[in-house]
């Protein structure tokens, strides 16, 4: 009877350094959405600025400094959007495995959520 209780202790530790290792990759997904958020308001903030001194110079005469930055700006809304989207799913995918967990360990449900 003892050795069953401790396989039960041992098991219940197990699940819930899972969920912990789970919930730790989650912080981690959000961590990295907030970088894509970031990344993301960086060329609208790039493309604010340019309009709101629009009336400071002629844009045929800078075109040549415009383009590559236009470039790079779009390069970062891509980027920006790529990293929200991945992690989003990363997110989506966690979640699905902590209520696989608690679906198939109900003891352990009462700590998890």
């Known amino acids: 009877m003892l ?9 219940e530790s ?5 969920v912990q290792l789970l919930l730790a990759e989650k912080r981690t997904s959000l ?11 960086l060329p609208l903030t790039v493309m604010s600025v340019l309009i709101a001194t629009s009336k400071y110079y002629e844009t045929i005469h800078v075109l ?3 383009v590559p930055l236009l470039v790079l700006c779009v390069i970062l809304l ?13 997110l989506h995918h966690y979640d699905r495995y902590i ?10 449900a009462k700590f998890i959520d």
């Open 3 to 11: 050795l069953d209780n401790e396989k039960t202790a041992d098991s």
């Open 14 to 18: 197990i699940i819930i350094t899972e």
């Open 31 to 41: 961590a990295t959405m907030r970088t894509g958020i970031a990344v993301f308001a």
């Open 64 to 66: 040549h400094l415009l």
């Open 78 to 90: 891509i980027l920006g959007s790529y990293l929200i989207v991945r992690s989003i799913i990363r």
């Open 99 to 108: 209520a696989e967990i608690k679906r198939k360990h109900g003891t352990v």
